[in-house]
């Protein structure tokens, strides 16, 4: 298959991905040709009907995905992964990228339309993914807001995101500097490593640059992460299901960075 994921890779896989499923309702015949559509509809962005039959009946596959993400299956499994991250009690980045609707998705409209609550419609403005990353560059949390929305006073939002541990430092750029988010990171422990705007004031003499230059990983992540065009383009009609396609890739990135050929 296009995952190029190994055996053991799919043990993993699916091991985390069957402990997060309900307990009750349909289980359902083959979790990983499941799992294999749903990759092959998140990085090809087809429609559901368009599914090769290989895959089995595609109304199927869209009703198992409708109901595990109202089950919030796919955060989830991408929260049990995160979890995992041996490098998130050291370093973690912070940064965001902005994803714009397609011309076909819900929503899209000239005038634009503000987004509903989850599982209501999204609107056409811009779509930010907020996200920090571990030492290694992995996406271990992420939360979803409109295209406007300031970096800076979403720091502490992202800090209480993802696994239950404060890494021993926070790296962001300037769009994170303020000096009410540099002292929120302190009060957990947390070195600030946040470069000062040109216009502050009484900014110090030292900066970690070595350190700051792992920044651009959380933007490979990001490029990683886009190359599943469902993602990218922004085609799903509900802030639920945006949700789920982007927990369900990024967990996938967690175990092993997914391509098609």
């Given at each position: ?8 890779d ?43 039959e ?7 596959v869209w009703?198992?995905?409708?109901r ?8 989830a499994?991408?929260?049990a992964?995160?979890s995992?991250s041996?490098?998130?009690h ?27 609550h ?12 907020h ?5 290694t ?12 929305a ?7 939002t992202?800090l209480?995101l993802?696994?239950?541990n ?15 988010n540099?002292a ?18 009484d ?17 490979q992540a990001?490029g990683r992460?886009?190359?599943?065009k ?23 990135c ?6 098609t050929?």
């Amino acid at each position: 298959m296009s995952t190029r994921m190994t055996e053991e890779d799919w043990v993993h896989t699916l091991t985390v991905f069957r402990a997060c499923l309900p307990r009750r309702g349909r289980k359902g015949a083959d979790d990983k040709l499941f799992l294999e559509a749903l990759h092959f509809f998140a990085v090809e962005n087809v429609r559901w009907r368009a599914l090769p039959e290989r895959f089995g009946h595609w109304n199927s596959v869209w009703k198992r995905f409708e109901r595990l993400s109202k089950a919030g299956v796919f955060e989830a499994f991408f929260d049990a992964l995160a979890s995992l991250s041996p490098t998130a009690h050291l370093v973690q980045m912070f940064d965001s990228t902005i994803v714009r609707a397609h011309v076909s998705a819900a929503g899209a409209t000239p005038s634009g339309r503000k987004a509903r609550h989850s599982g209501g419609l999204v609107g056409a403005s811009p779509r930010k993914i907020h996200a920090k990353a571990d030492k290694t560059g992995n996406l271990i949390a992420f939360d979803l807001t409109g295209g406007e929305a300031s970096d800076a006073k979403h720091f502490e939002t992202l800090l209480d995101l993802g696994p239950d541990n404060d890494p021993r430092a926070a790296i962001g750029d300037k769009g994170y500097s303020s000096k009410a988010n540099r002292a929120a990171a302190r009060a957990r422990g947390i070195v600030p490593v946040i470069p000062h705007k040109d216009n502050e004031q009484d900014k110090p003499a030292v900066f970690a640059k070595a350190l700051y230059k792992a920044r651009a990983r959380i933007e490979q992540a990001f490029g990683r992460l886009k190359r599943f065009k469902r993602i990218a383009l922004r085609c799903e009609k509900t802030e639920r299901n945006i949700r789920s396609i982007i927990s369900f890739a990024a967990g996938l990135c967690l175990v092993k960075f997914v391509h098609t050929a």
